[in-house]
């Protein structure tokens, strides 16, 4: 049913709607295993009638969603690349706090926030390392195209991986331990702000209001060079002045555009408007 040149037509039609190009030899063979299984689910008997469906009578836009979640990788943990949220908590809020008027909030964008570790990393960091949020309000907003992560992130129900290296202390502190997950507290249920958005998306973009500070890490390796600059440049429309964008360690900014001035904190590089 699914050949090569399926593939191409579903990457072309994927790279119109997300801006996420997907490689053969990296994604045919998951594509592949979801299509055929969900033509079979829906009594389809060939490639070109699930593509006419995706196309056409997906009015809603569940198919194509339901495709984009089978799609996207959301590997992550809690403190991953730890370096960069003490860089957050010891230098670059107390910086902005400094120039910010006292009565706004400080707004940290996650994006992607994939089921919700990076983000509450975050909140786990200001309780512990940073007297900020005594004097100053901070919202912390997490948005990913998969909705299936979404939820999962608002139920803010981890594995045991996912908690692995946060200081056990912490984990019970935080955490509340069932046989084989780990839910965060009451309290901090809700301390995040998650929501469904294409980054692509200039109006859902625009919606979100601007920033102080935007993580985004290993998501721009999913793109071509021409989409990686037009979500550099949505990022750069959506901070504020002088705010700061996190990049993972193997991203650099300045192979993409050169709008942002690179700083270094310790031994994280980072990107400030």
Same mark, same amino acid.
């Given at each position: 049913?699914?050949?090569?040149?399926?593939? %191409?037509?579903? /990457?072309?039609?994927? @790279?119109?709607?997300?801006?996420?190009? +997907?490689?053969? &030899?990296?994604?045919?063979?998951? #594509?592949?295993?979801?299509?055929?299984?969900?033509?079979?689910?829906?009594?389809?008997?060939?490639?070109?009638?699930?593509?006419?469906?995706?196309?056409?009578?997906?009015?809603?836009?569940?198919?194509?969603?339901?495709?984009?979640?089978?799609?996207?990788?959301?590997?992550?943990?809690?403190?991953?690349?730890?370096?960069?949220?003490?860089?957050?908590?010891?230098?670059?809020?107390?910086?902005?706090?400094?120039?910010?008027?006292?009565?706004?909030?400080?707004?940290?964008?996650?994006?992607?926030?994939?089921?919700?570790? %990076?983000?509450? /990393?975050?909140?786990? @960091?200001?309780?512990?390392?940073?007297? +900020?949020?005594? &004097?100053?309000?901070?919202?912390? #907003?997490?948005?990913?195209?998969?909705?299936?992560?979404?939820?999962?992130?608002?139920?803010?129900?981890?594995?045991?991986?996912?908690?692995?290296?946060?200081?056990?202390?912490?984990?019970?502190?935080?955490?509340?331990?069932?046989?084989?997950?780990?839910?965060?507290?009451?309290?901090?249920?809700?301390?995040?702000?998650?929501?469904?958005?294409?980054?692509?998306?200039?109006?859902?973009?625009?919606?979100?209001?601007?920033?102080?500070?935007?993580?985004?890490?290993?998501?721009?390796?999913?793109?071509?060079?021409?989409?990686?600059?037009?979500?550099?440049?949505?990022?750069?429309?959506?901070?504020?002045?002088?705010?700061?964008?996190?990049?993972?360690?193997?991203?650099?900014?300045?192979?993409?555009?050169?709008?942002?001035?690179?700083?270094?904190?310790?031994?994280?590089?980072?990107?400030?408007?």
């Amino acid at each position: 049913m699914f050949n090569e040149g399926n593939f %191409e037509k579903m /990457s072309e039609y994927i @790279y119109r709607k997300r801006g996420i190009y +997907l490689e053969l &030899e990296k994604h045919y063979d998951k #594509i592949e295993k979801y299509i055929n299984n969900r033509a079979q689910e829906l009594e389809l008997d060939n490639f070109r009638k699930y593509f006419f469906l995706l196309r056409f009578d997906d009015k809603d836009g569940t198919e194509f969603q339901a495709l984009m979640n089978a799609v996207t990788v959301n590997e992550t943990y809690f403190f991953r690349e730890h370096e960069q949220f003490e860089v957050l908590v010891n230098h670059v809020l107390p910086q902005l706090h400094k120039i910010r008027p006292s009565d706004e909030p400080i707004r940290i964008l996650s994006a992607p926030c994939s089921t919700g570790e %990076e983000p509450y /990393s975050m909140v786990l @960091y200001l309780l512990e390392e940073a007297g +900020l949020i005594e &004097e100053r309000d901070i919202e912390i #907003i997490g948005i990913d195209i998969d909705s299936n992560v979404i939820k999962k992130a608002q139920d803010g129900k981890f594995s045991e991986r996912s908690v692995h290296a946060i200081p056990p202390g912490q984990v019970a502190k935080y955490f509340k331990k069932s046989s084989f997950s780990y839910t965060l507290i009451e309290d901090l249920i809700g301390t995040v702000e998650f929501k469904v958005v294409n980054i692509f998306d200039r109006a859902e973009i625009r919606d979100l209001g601007k920033f102080d500070v935007i993580f985004s890490r290993n998501m721009l390796i999913y793109f071509d060079d021409a989409s990686k600059k037009e979500v550099a440049m949505n990022f750069y429309d959506m901070l504020r002045p002088e705010g700061y964008v996190f990049l993972g360690h193997a991203e650099y900014m300045s192979r993409i555009v050169s709008v942002f001035k690179a700083k270094k904190f310790e031994n994280c590089l980072i990107y400030q408007k």
